[in-house]
C-alpha cells in the first residue's frame, strides 16, 4: 500500500502570540498538495495549542510535544493525553532526541509513553536517532533498533504511529544526513520492523526523516524509496516550510 507523503513542524520552545498567528498565516495562505497528497501536522508549544488550532486551516492539523506517561494527577508541570484529547488535539511527539538527552527520558519511557498516548487515542510521532558518538562507532543501527525495539515492545496497533528518524548529530547544527544516509537507515528500520514486527506493519508504516530539513535539501531526500516525509525544526518556523510540504509531490511523479 502506498504510504501517504507526512510533513510534521515541530516549533519547539519558540514563538509569541504573535509570531505564531504570522506562521499560521503564511500556512492558511500557501498553496499545497491536497491531503490525500501530504498529510501536514504543526507541532507547538503546549501555551499555544488551542490558539494555533483555532486559527489553523482544517486540513493541516495539530501536535503536542510531549505528554505525560500516565494518567493525569499530581504530576505539576505535566500535560496528560487526556487532556490533549479533551483539546481535540490529534497527535502528539514522543521520544525526541532533546528530551531523551536533556530529559534523561529512557528507551522504556519512551515506550510506555508511546503506549499510552494511543491507549487514549493519540496518534504518535515517535523519534528515534543516534549520536555523532554512536555513528562514528558504528552502532547508529543497534542504537535505532533499540528504541524501535522499547516501543515495539509495549504496542501491537502501529496505525497510528509515525516513526521519525533524527540523528542527533544533524539536528540543528547544519549538518544532513546524506540522502544515501537517511535512505540506508530508513531501509534498515524496515527491515527490522518486517523481521520483528510484521511485514505489512514494515510496508504501510511511515517513517520520516529529521534533521536541519530545509527547503534547499527536501526534494532530494523526500525522492528517496524508504523516506516518507519529514519532521522539521528549525524550518518550520519559516516560510520555507511551504516548499518542504511541496516536496511531497515528489513521490508522485
Given at each position: 500500500?502506498?504510504?501517504?507523503?507526512?510533513?510534521?513542524?515541530?516549533?519547539?520552545?519558540?514563538?509569541?502570540?504573535?509570531?505564531?498567528k504570522k506562521i499560521v498565516t503564511t500556512l492558511n495562505q500557501a498553496e499545497v498538495p491536497?491531503?490525500?497528497?501530504?498529510?501536514?501536522?504543526?507541532?507547538?508549544?503546549?501555551?499555544?495549542?488551542?490558539?494555533?488550532?483555532?486559527?489553523?486551516?482544517?486540513?493541516?492539523?495539530?501536535?503536542?510535544?510531549?505528554?505525560?506517561?500516565?494518567?493525569?494527577?499530581?504530576?505539576?508541570?505535566?500535560?496528560?493525553?487526556?487532556?490533549?484529547?479533551?483539546?481535540?488535539?490529534?497527535?502528539?511527539?514522543?521520544?525526541?532526541?532533546?528530551?531523551?538527552?536533556?530529559?534523561?527520558?529512557?528507551?522504556?519511557?519512551?515506550?510506555?509513553?508511546?503506549?499510552?498516548?494511543?491507549?487514549?487515542?493519540?496518534?504518535?510521532?515517535?523519534?528515534?536517532?543516534?549520536?555523532?558518538?554512536?555513528?562514528?562507532?558504528?552502532?547508529?543501527?543497534?542504537?535505532?533498533?533499540?528504541?524501535?525495539?522499547?516501543?515495539?515492545?509495549?504496542?501491537?496497533?502501529?496505525?497510528?504511529?509515525?516513526?521519525?528518524?533524527?540523528?542527533?548529530?544533524?539536528?540543528?547544527?547544519?549538518?544532513?544526513?546524506?540522502?544515501?544516509?537517511?535512505?540506508?537507515?530508513?531501509?534498515?528500520?524496515?527491515?527490522?520492523?518486517?523481521?520483528?514486527?510484521?511485514?505489512?506493519?514494515?510496508?504501510?508504516?511511515?517513517?520520516?526523516?529529521?534533521?536541519?530539513?530545509?527547503?534547499?535539501?527536501?526534494?532530494?531526500?523526500?525522492?528517496?524509496?524508504?523516506?516518507?516525509?519529514?519532521?522539521?525544526?528549525?524550518?518550520?518556523?519559516?516560510?520555507?516550510?511551504?516548499?518542504?510540504?511541496?516536496?511531497?509531490?515528489?513521490?508522485?511523479?
Amino acid at each position: 500500500m502506498a504510504r501517504k507523503f507526512f510533513v510534521g513542524g515541530n516549533w519547539k520552545c519558540n514563538g509569541t502570540t504573535e509570531e505564531v498567528k504570522k506562521i499560521v498565516t503564511t500556512l492558511n495562505q500557501a498553496e499545497v498538495p491536497s491531503h490525500d497528497v501530504v498529510e501536514v501536522v504543526v507541532s507547538p508549544p503546549f501555551v499555544f495549542l488551542t490558539l494555533v488550532k483555532s486559527l489553523l486551516r482544517s486540513d493541516f492539523h495539530v501536535a503536542a510535544q510531549n505528554c505525560w506517561v500516565r494518567k493525569g494527577g499530581a504530576f505539576t508541570g505535566e500535560v496528560s493525553a487526556e487532556m490533549l484529547v479533551n483539546l481535540g488535539v490529534p497527535w502528539v511527539i514522543i521520544g525526541h532526541s532533546e528530551r531523551r538527552a536533556l530529559l534523561n527520558e529512557s528507551n522504556e519511557f519512551v515506550g510506555d509513553k508511546v503506549a499510552y498516548a494511543l491507549s487514549q487515542g493519540l496518534k504518535v510521532i515517535a523519534c528515534v536517532g543516534e549520536t555523532l558518538e554512536q555513528r562514528e562507532s558504528g552502532s547508529t543501527m543497534s542504537v535505532v533498533a533499540a528504541q524501535t525495539k522499547a516501543i515495539a515492545e509495549k504496542i501491537t496497533n502501529w496505525d497510528n504511529v509515525v516513526l521519525a528518524y533524527e540523528p542527533v548529530w544533524a539536528i540543528g547544527t547544519g549538518k544532513v544526513a546524506t540522502p544515501a544516509q537517511a535512505q540506508e537507515v530508513h531501509c534498515e528500520l524496515r527491515k527490522w520492523l518486517s523481521e520483528n514486527v510484521g511485514a505489512d506493519i514494515a510496508a504501510s508504516t511511515r517513517i520520516i526523516y529529521g534533521g536541519s530539513v530545509n527547503g534547499a535539501n527536501c526534494r532530494e531526500l523526500a525522492g528517496q524509496p524508504d523516506v516518507d516525509g519529514f519532521l522539521v525544526g528549525g524550518a518550520s518556523l519559516k516560510p520555507e516550510f511551504v516548499d518542504i510540504i511541496k516536496s511531497a509531490t515528489v513521490k508522485k511523479n
